[in-house]
């Protein structure tokens, strides 16, 4: 099974829910028609550095090229990015004259390019579009530029959200900006774009895909459709993500991670928890790979939040396959982490376990820690990252911290 003959392992499909998504192998040929039903003559593409010598970015730009879609490079977007990248990316965008943004690569491009096309049209700064109660009115909408989303991983989902993820230097937070108008008009799912992701990228983002849906199904908001959403969207994980370490040019495993990603970022509309709340402070003081931080942090938050969800994983455990209820749904992740190569301990990912109050400040004022299934205190908080650092599960679990 190889990526040159794509028609005979993956579907091709029209979506229109959340946005308009073209999906399917090879579908990246049609950018430059996306382009012209979204109105946009002058793209500023959007990417970061190890995108660009990429096959799959040279497949991008022939596509718009070939057909005369003019258009100019961004490629200063960093790995976990902060203000720095979308104020460079403003102005690229506004020497150039462009009339759009073709964000292309993982989550990090993605949402610098969500949050360029927002700040081009602003006089206000971009932490006054932080994603608490209605400061995304304070946006001038009519200004807002023109999204087309390029995902070339299988996890944050950022090509269906109406958000950015930025680090606030000062503050060492990573804030989510949002307006509604910064949902990609249109998306491009092409799994053949991910093929040449080293195994790190294909693992930490694949899993960051399914903490969106395990976190969704956990939060104890009201949402069945992104309840539904959710348990397809791990179903979809488990089964193909070991598919696609095994064989890395398996086009129908990977077009379902693509699938799963998206699912993911429509399923925590019901809401996200404490594998988000501690990977992001995580993530901004230790610069940490967040699909990675969320692999590391996930069963201790699991074993954290066991009596208030272990009705829900059972139910999840029996729709997946995996045997022997909550206690078996934690050991399936626990195996398939290791089998992939992912850390145990955030110690091992490079983490201070000395940080305890920092990160448990920053996690329990996290906007994720609402959506938790269990009330995150400061007290809650430290213990999974306790536990988490030292690489006892079992100690997550009600009871002393530290």
Not at 23 to 48: H, W
Not at 166 to 188: C, G, L, N, Q, S
Request: hydrophobic share 45%; proline share 7%.
């Amino acid at each position: 099974m190889t990526a040159s003959t794509p028609s005979a392992v993956s579907p091709s499909a029209n979506w229109t829910y959340p946005t308009s998504i073209r999906f399917g192998a090879g579908r990246i040929s049609e950018l430059a028609n996306a382009c012209s039903e979204a109105g946009i003559t002058n793209p500023l593409v959007v990417t970061d550095p190890g995108m660009v010598g990429l096959p799959m970015f040279q497949s991008i730009h022939k596509a718009l090229a070939d057909n005369g879609v003019k258009h100019r490079l961004f490629r200063n977007v960093q790995p976990n990015p902060v203000e720095a990248n979308v104020t460079e990316g403003v102005t690229s965008y506004r020497e150039g004259d462009h009339d759009g943004v073709i964000a292309v690569g993982g989550g990090s491009a993605l949402d610098v390019g969500k949050t360029i096309a927002l700040m081009v049209g602003q006089t206000r700064p971009v932490w006054d579009f932080e994603d608490i109660g209605d400061n995304w009115t304070r946006a001038e909408a009519s200004r807002i530029a023109p999204v087309i989303a390029v995902p070339t991983t299988a996890g944050t989902g950022s090509e269906v959200g109406r958000a950015g993820v930025v680090i606030d230097e000062t503050t060492h937070r990573k804030v989510i900006v949002f307006h509604p108008k910064m949902m990609p008009v249109a998306v491009i799912c092409d799994p053949e774009l991910t093929i040449g992701l080293p195994k790190i990228l294909t693992v930490g983002t694949g899993i960051d895909a399914l903490s969106h849906s395990l976190e969704a199904l956990c939060a104890p908001s009201y949402h069945p459709m992104s309840h539904g959403i959710g348990l397809e969207g791990v179903r979809l994980v488990l089964d193909n993500l070991p598919k696609v370490v095994a064989d890395p040019t398996d086009v129908e495993a990977r077009g379902h991670m693509m699938s799963a990603a998206a699912m993911g970022a429509v399923a925590f509309q019901k809401g996200l928890g404490g594998m988000h709340a501690l990977a992001h402070p995580i993530g901004a003081v230790f610069n940490t790979h967040h699909g990675m931080t969320n692999a590391v942090v996930m069963p201790y938050v699991l074993t954290a939040n066991r009596p208030a969800i272990e009705p829900m994983i059972e139910s999840l455990a029996a729709y997946v396959g995996v045997p022997g209820g909550f206690d078996g749904f934690v050991d399936h992740i626990l195996a398939m982490r290791e089998s992939m190569g992912v850390p145990h301990t955030l110690v091992d990912l490079g983490v201070d376990a000395g940080a305890t109050d920092t990160i448990s400040a920053g996690a329990v004022a996290d906007p994720s820690a609402g959506g938790n299934p269990i009330e995150f205190t400061n007290e809650f908080a430290a213990r999974i990252f306790d536990a988490a650092c030292s690489g006892e599960v079992a100690a997550a679990a009600q009871g002393e911290s530290r």
